[in-house]
């Protein structure tokens, strides 16, 4: 069985571009979430989805957004990139929402 | 106020030593997480528990309902065991996760 597979596994942007990263998680979990793990502020929660809607979301601005697909893979798109924004960005799938996590090996973006 | 604390931030310790890391939270929980992080990345989750004990291999995860308060336990450590370990939770009636700062270990040949 197919774990949790993000795209890109690197970017690199520069300041007010915009990036969309992916994530397929493992067949059958409906419910997928995102993260932002960064050395100063370590391991912080985006946004969680299940079954297409946003169930919750972290402490993040509105450039931070997300979507999740009938099939339930995902994508999160943060616009207007700032510096601070470079950080691993880690999804993980689970059954159901509160579930066992499965993660995925995430995405390095470093904003220039 | 949600608020999750781990300690030690960092340890060392000798092949073959028992090894505790803690984790305390502030508010009533629906669900703690014992996370794994390699270099590299990539995060494997050990545990997930919401009362009692689970034990996987030489890896031990206990809570205390009561006392807002869990802790991990490795016995017979071995150097494949460093890592970061991050404790997770859900508090009740949210569904985001908090997670603590990360307990860096490194055994010792």
């Known amino acids: 069985k197919a774990g949790v597979t993000q795209t890109p596994r690197y970017l690199i942007k520069t300041r007010g571009q915009q990036v969309t990263l992916s994530c397929s998680p493992i067949?059958?979990?409906?419910?997928v979430s995102w993260y932002q793990q960064t050395p100063g502020q370590g391991l912080q929660f985006l946004f969680e989805y299940f079954s297409e809607t946003q169930r919750n979301k972290g402490n993040f601005p509105g450039r931070f957004s997300g979507r999740q697909f009938s099939n339930s893979r995902s994508e999160m798109n943060v616009s207007t990139l700032e510096l601070g924004d470079s950080a691993l960005y880690l999804c993980?799938?689970?059954?159901?929402?509160?579930?066992?996590?499965?993660f995925g090996s995430g995405t390095q973006l470093s904003v220039l | 106020k949600n608020e999750v604390e781990q300690s030690p931030q960092n340890l060392t310790a000798q092949e073959g030593e028992f090894i505790t890391i803690n984790c305390s939270y502030s508010?009533?929980?629906?669900?703690l997480h014992w996370l794994q992080q390699h270099p590299g990345g990539g995060i494997v989750s050990l545990f997930m528990l919401s009362s009692g004990k689970k034990k996987h291999g030489r890896l031990i995860a206990t809570i205390n309902i009561q006392e807002k308060h869990s802790s991990l336990h490795i016995t017979a450590s071995h150097p494949r065991d460093s890592a970061v370990y991050i404790c997770a939770v859900r508090f009740t009636g949210g569904s985001q996760f908090y997670f603590g700062t990360g307990t860096s270990l490194t055994v010792i040949p």
């Open positions: 508010v009533g929980i629906s669900a």
């Open positions: 993980a799938s689970s059954l159901d929402p509160g579930g066992k996590l499965f």
């Open positions: 067949s059958g979990h409906r419910s």
